[in-house]
């Protein structure tokens, strides 16, 4: 759950491998989606957890054929994408185009992502580990979401023409914003999603306004279209990657509940280490933050501070002759016990 560019979806597949943050595992085997979690046939259904719900939520994005439009609003800031999912069991393809700011299409094949901008003639290849389907969620490697998250479930609400439960998704500490997730009730997915401040109240929303599901989507059709950029300047960022400690940086102590996900860096993998710009991937499972580290520049890296855009926020900091950029869907103390807690090895 997640940055905002024109779309938060997109913004999360270009910028931020929010996870990187890695995907859920099935909830349980032949026709599981069709119940609610902990639902048993011929008895008193069980309480159902969050991590119940949580693998439910993920495992329809997964097994779900869709088309819809979807709206994030964060601020005064509103944007809207199409987006066509399809999975045939094994591989899963997106397609998903911008409405409203600058014209672009992300496609995405397992872990190809291939963003393509028309008025620049420009177009992004990359590999990412994984698909993330909307909404954007990861499991951490010790599952331990619900050491910091409780559930509470609300009710029954319509949203896009189809009846869903609403779960609020509170956290323990003041480390971690809260949600309100609108779950279809037949299939499981998502189809409204709020961030919540520590006061309850909603600083980004995303929510389909229209929806198809079991829609007429075909691999072969997106993935034709993923191989069609003539006309195109292919870029093709050189990730590598890395380790923290390779690259001389460690946490003195961590933050509570987030664990490293993944790190890289950008560039020539023969430069020293240090040198090139690295970006380390935190998650607790639900929120994620990533730390940018570079070598400072005087001549870009004029001003420290704080800013925010709907649930995300950033602080910039020059940690001696590095300098710094913390973001993530968190709130600004979390961001400084991260920069607080990074250090130099070498």
Known sequence: MSRVGDCRVLARGLGRPMAGLALWVALAA???????????????????????????????????????????????????????HVCDGTQQM????????TARTTLRKNDEVLTLVPESRVAWAEKREALRP??????????????HYTLRLLGVERVAGFDADVLHIQPRDALRFGYRVWSEKQTGLTVKMQTLDGQGQVIEQMVFSELQLDAPVKMDTLSKLMAKTQGYKILRPQLNKTTPEAQGWRLRQDVPGFQGMSSHTRGDPAAP???????WVFSDGLSSVSLFVEPFDAQRHRREGA?????????????????LTAMGEVPPATLREFAQSLERLR
């Open 134 to 147: 909307f909404p954007d969620q990861i499991k951490t490697p010790g599952n331990a979401i619900e050491e």
């Open 307 to 323: 800013s925010s855009m709907g649930a995300t926020h950033s602080l910039t900091v020059r940690l001696g002759q590095h300098w």
């Open 30 to 84: 032949s026709g599981a989606m069709a119940q609610t979690p902990g639902a048993a046939s011929g008895g008193t259904a069980a309480p159902p957890s969050l991590n119940q719900w949580l693998d439910r939520l993920q495992d329809a994005s997964r097994r779900r054929a869709y088309i819809g439009t979807f709206v994030v609003s964060a601020g005064t800031t509103m944007s809207a994408s199409k987006i066509w």
């Open 273 to 279: 280490a240090g040198s090139l710009p690295m970006q």
């Open 94 to 101: 997106e397609r998903i185009d911008s409405l409203t700011g």
